[in-house]
């Protein structure tokens, strides 16, 4: 039963604790829906208080019906929700949507969330969801991080995100919502080959079901784990060794560590000034190596948004240019 697999994801990665409160994020479609109405049947055992909340984009001309659909929902259920609008389309500027949009909605979600005081933000991302961003994040390029995957918990800006439908199979989640007879709203541009995810769920990962792997799926959600539990342990030890520099970045001691471990610091120091190590990429890493290596002081490496790492006679000093 698609409920009890949700119950044992929610208890092996510890996501939700009696009485908390949730905001769910709801966009309408199937996972966002099914994750929903599965939360909701969990209410009462776990002591849950849950919160509806959905973003109208408008990047599509029906959009709103989105919302019109997500509100029906609440009131049926019971549930209180909020809603907000917003152009995407006019804030990418000639950026890459995608990143916008998920940008603009976490930011929405922030902010109910911080406004109801809400424990956890649930999303309803899926295994399959999961194996399609570890073969986009292969074929770009990644590291460890990278492998990783989206995490069932991972804690954004202060905020917890959970993810309880990360072991379910989005076949299971159209079934599920079948025999409850309950119609989601349908993005039709998932169904077209328009961005690199959609190319790798409708192409790429049929094909390796097919002529490769039936289990692929779950061989790449196995991958991300695993790789999960690798990387917080290495980025453990990174933040120790940090904290012995006491916030210095000191030479001396960056030479004396082990590479991987030196990476992740680097890391570290880019995502304190940016916020966020995205667009950080495996060339910016070895120019950073090859400044603490081979460079002469006051050599400087600019990275993407603005940041620039310094050497210094005794330090590498990151800055906002």
């Known amino acids: 039963m698609i409920i009890n697999k949700v119950k044992a994801t929610i208890e092996r990665y510890r996501l939700i604790a009696k009485n908390d409160k949730v905001l769910v994020a709801v966009s309408g479609g199937p996972d966002s829906v099914a994750l929903l109405y599965i939360l909701n049947g969990l209410k009462k055992e776990l002591g849950l208080k849950l919160h509806i909340a959905h973003l109208d984009h408008r990047i599509r001309k029906d959009s709103y019906r989105d919302r019109e659909f997500v509100e029906r929902l609440a009131g049926r259920l019971k549930l209180p929700i909020t809603t907000a609008q917003l152009n995407v389309k006019k804030l990418a500027k000639g950026g890459s949507l995608e990143e916008i949009c998920r940008n603009a909605r976490l930011g929405f979600l922030f902010r109910v969330a911080r406004q109801i005081k809400a424990d956890k933000i649930a999303l ?183 940041v620039s790492v310094v050497k210094k006679k005794t330090t590498l000093f990151f800055y906002h240019r």
């Open 124 to 306: 309803g991302h899926n295994l399959d969801d999961q194996a399609e961003t570890v073969l986009m994040r292969i074929l770009r390029g990644t590291g460890l991080y990278g492998l990783s995957g989206i995490l069932p918990k991972r804690n954004i800006a202060g905020h917890q995100i959970i993810r309880p439908l990360i072991g379910l199979k989005r076949g299971e989640i159209e079934t599920y919502l079948k025999r409850k007879r309950i119609r989601p709203r349908i993005d039709t541009s998932n169904l077209e080959d328009i961005y690199f995810r959609n190319k790798i769920r409708n192409r790429l990962l049929p094909l390796l079901e097919k002529k490769y792997n039936r289990n692929i799926k779950e061989i790449l959600s196995n991958m991300a784990e695993s790789a999960g539990y690798d990387y917080d342990y290495l980025q453990s030890l990174a933040l120790m060794a940090m904290k012995r520099m006491k916030g210095r970045l000191s030479l001396q001691r960056l030479l004396k560590l082990h590479p991987a471990i030196r990476r992740l610091i680097l890391r570290e120091a880019i995502a304190g000034v940016k916020g966020s190590t995205r667009r950080i990429t495996f060339q910016h890493m070895r120019e950073m190596e090859d400044l603490l290596l081979n460079r002469p002081v006051n050599s400087i490496v600019d990275l993407p948004k603005g």
